[in-house]
T-cell receptor, first 113, second 113 residues
Framework: NAGVTQTPKFQVLKTGQSMTLQCAQDMNHEYMSWYRQDPGMGLRLIHYSVGAGITDQGEVPNGYNVSRSTTEDFPLRLLSAAPSQTSVYFC????????????FGAGTRLSVL | GQQLNQSPQSMFIQEGEDVSMNCTSSSIFNTWLWYKQDPGEGPVLLIALYKAGELTSNGRLTAQFGITRKDSFLNISASIPSDVGIYFCAGQSQTSGTYKYIFGTGTRLKVLA
């Protein structure tokens, strides 16, 4: 019963460094998303994917890249980290359009110094 | 970006009291979800609503899909200390896309024993 697994749980980066946040789901869900959570802002959609090989931008995509080579994995890449990207990042997956319920991972807490 | 208006932002209540929170939107939604987030964890789904006027319960929790399709309410009866956390609403509409959800900014609940 792993569900949605995110790694790492915590990360500290220096400005300009790059890294990849990993997300994997074992529920055979077609849809996967990345959100960031900032105080007082709720959850904001960064990128999403409706299936392997298909990705699209959400509300706040700048500074982030994604790819979806398999159904299970949906990594989020920060190419050149900035302090404004300090946040908590959540990955979510859902099975489809009908009764589309999103299941979330435990989050990655990222600090950019 | 578009976000839901969720209120109250925070509340302190005594153990045993009932709690009410709500979300409103300028858009018509076809799905409402209510999540709870514990410290250091990802959001966990509490209740899903799919039809205007729908009233659904999950233990001490009851949520309703507003008749206008622009609002939803969550009630918690006889609160207990483990109800502490942040509660989020999320809405899905035709204008947000067939997959994307819009999240409220959260209601932070603290229960005093």
């Amino acid at each position: 019963n792993a569900g949605v697994t995110q790694t790492p749980k915590f990360q500290v980066l220096k400005t300009g460094q790059s890294m990849t946040l990993q997300c994997a789901q074992d529920m055979n869900h077609e849809y996967m998303s990345w959100y960031r959570q900032d105080p007082g802002m709720g959850l904001r959609l960064i990128h999403y994917s409706v299936g392997a090989g298909i990705t699209d931008q959400g509300e706040v995509p700048n500074g982030y890249n994604v790819s979806r080579s398999t159904t299970e994995d949906f990594p989020l890449r920060l190419l050149s980290a900035a302090p404004s990207q300090t946040s908590v990042y959540f990955c979510a997956s859902s099975q489809g359009l009908t009764k589309n319920i999103q299941y979330f991972g435990a989050g990655t807490r990222l600090s950019v110094l | 970006g578009q976000q839901l208006n969720q209120s109250p932002q925070s509340m302190f209540i005594q153990e045993g009291e009932d709690v009410s929170m709500n979300c409103t939107s300028s858009s018509i939604f076809n799905t409402w979800l209510w999540y709870k987030q514990d410290p250091g964890e990802g959001p966990v789904l509490l209740i899903a609503l799919y039809k205007a006027g729908e009233l659904t319960s999950n233990g001490r929790l009851t949520a309703q899909f507003g008749i206008t399709r622009k609002d939803s309410f969550l009630n918690i009866s006889a609160s207990i200390p483990s109800d502490v956390g942040i509660y989020f609403c999320a809405g899905q509409s035709q204008t947000s896309g067939t997959y994307k959800y819009i999240f409220g900014t959260g209601t932070r609940l603290k229960v005093l024993a």
